[in-house]
């Protein structure tokens, strides 16, 4: 009787097959890497020429020297290209405000270099695009809001550490850190990108300095200001289990009643009073005349 499997058994493939594979698998995705990467540094080339990022994907094609149908191999169109670099673009600005805001003393002073160097990065420069491409940042931001979320990821993380260093040192206060890091991370970046407001006949563009204090204000929550203004005695709300204070009623004071002052007579009641009189005195004069009759 021979032993025969019921189910047939599957043979273990060779080594030298996975190790082959493997090797395969390494060789195209490097390759594959460094095509879109020479796709990448056209495209940063063009934008550094122009100063601008009006510029279209033959001229990319041209430029990295590769065909049109390996870009499309790698990119759905131009706004993945662009996707792409503002991706890269972020990510860089993460690692260099990390390595630089480490200088800093404790986490609130971290957290100011941190947002002085987000501000300044998204700052637009005259004759010049900005490291975070802010003129496409918000056409991006628009047409696909999920793909700028997660390239915002690694920059939102360490605003994110920072903020909960801060509250766990006693520097700030807040319940939810990632949702105050997104909104300080939009105050830098879309203040630094916004026209300057314009004060009489002169623009005044709103500091770095004015961003971190607003920033900072909330942050620390109310009445926690600095300088001159923390030392004030702050009002406090009066305690509800206290007796309320008694009412207190001024005393009436009286006064004595003013005589009545005469109004003079007008002429219309003179001439009335006249009428009245007129014939009890001609009575009299009568009278008299009889007696002496």
Request: aromatic share 6%; glycine share 4%; charged share 25%.
């Amino acid at each position: 009787m021979s032993a025969v499997p019921a189910e047939p058994v599957e043979t273990p493939e060779p080594a030298w097959r996975q190790r082959a594979v493997e090797r395969s698998t390494r060789a195209a995705k490097l390759r594959a890497e460094q095509r879109v990467q020479r796709f990448l540094d056209a495209a940063q080339e063009l934008i550094a020429d122009k100063g601008t990022t009006d510029f279209t994907v033959q001229e990319v094609v041209e430029r990295s020297r590769q065909s049109l149908r390996s870009f499309y191999q790698h990119f759905d169109g131009k706004h993945e290209l662009l996707l792409a670099l503002f991706e890269d673009a972020l990510s860089t600005s993460a690692a260099q405000i990390r390595e630089k805001a480490a200088a800093g003393q404790d986490p609130l002073e971290r957290l100011k270099i941190a947002v002085d160097l987000l501000y300044d990065s998204s700052t637009p420069r005259e004759g010049q695009q900005s490291p975070l491409f802010t003129d496409f940042a918000i056409q991006l931001l628009v047409t696909h809001p999920d793909q700028v979320a997660s390239a915002h990821l690694p920059l939102l993380a360490y605003f994110t550490e920072l903020v909960g260093e801060a509250v766990e040192a006693g520097q700030a206060v807040t319940a939810k850190p990632r949702r105050t890091a997104s909104l300080i991370m939009q105050t830098a970046m879309f203040t630094a990108q916004a026209p300057a407001a314009p004060v009489g006949a002169h623009p005044s563009p709103i500091t770095a300095e004015e961003v971190w204090a607003f920033c900072l204000g909330g942050l620390r929550g109310p009445g926690t200001a600095e300088g001159p203004a923390a030392t004030a005695p702050a009002t406090t709300a009066p305690d509800e289990d206290a007796p309320a204070p008694k009412a207190t009623t001024p005393k009436a004071t009286t006064r004595k009643a003013a005589p009545a002052k005469k109004t003079a007579a007008t002429p219309q009641k003179r001439a009335a009073a006249a009428k009245k009189t007129a014939p009890a005195k001609k009575a009299t004069a009568t009278k008299a005349a009889r007696s002496q009759a």
